[in-house]
């Protein structure tokens, strides 16, 4: 099978600040709108590649401004969701999406069960092997998962009027402590797994990860319009980081 990546492309994923002392572990599935030349943008203009169907806008500089203010590891993916979904179960039709929010994705109708799987070897699994190293080697040590997206104000006509939303699977202490730590801060109402929830039959990252190592998971969803330039995304990962001041400064969590 041919390498998906040319040598002088980025490899699947990156991990910045592998040896970050904290204790949380940060996450970006969505980071990225590239996609591998070999795929020849999927058949999609610049204009559908910038947009919220490619990439979490705006999330990477949160997560890489949070890496820092948390001295926590950081996994981003290098590749466009639209290539194939570092949080989606490989085994879903939605893995490698024919459409997204009603624009079909030329370079992904009728794939082979070849080039999904050359996909999945080449961007989903490296991704995931990694993070579940990091998680094996911190056994012992406090580890909490914070995955970071970010959602259009606008979907279907439907506005969405949290700046920012907690979302989890399960009701946690730690997701009620990030609730409340973040909407001390806050005059907007923070969502409370809105608009998303997460879905073990839906989401990948969080459901698997922490089934896999029993650590405490949240995923912070960020709407793209707060954060569409370095310096709303770098006041917001200011927020975040003083909430998590908070909620580490409060007694363990014992889950
Ligand atoms: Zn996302």
Redesign the pocket.
Known sequence: MRPLLDSSEPDSFELVNATGQGDVVLVC??ASNRIPIQLHTLGLSAQELSSHIAW?LG?FWVARYLSTRLDAPLFFSNYS?LVIDC?RNPEAGDSIPVSSAGIAIPGNQGITPQESLRRRQSLFDPYHAAIDRLLQARAGRASFLLSI??FTPVLQGVKRPWPLAVCYEEASLWATRWLTALQTQLSAAVGNNEPFQIESDVDYTIPVHVQKHGVPAIMLEIRQDEICNQAAAKNWSEIIGNAWQMISSETPIIE
């Open positions: 599935d969505h979490d999330a969701r949080n997206h970010s």
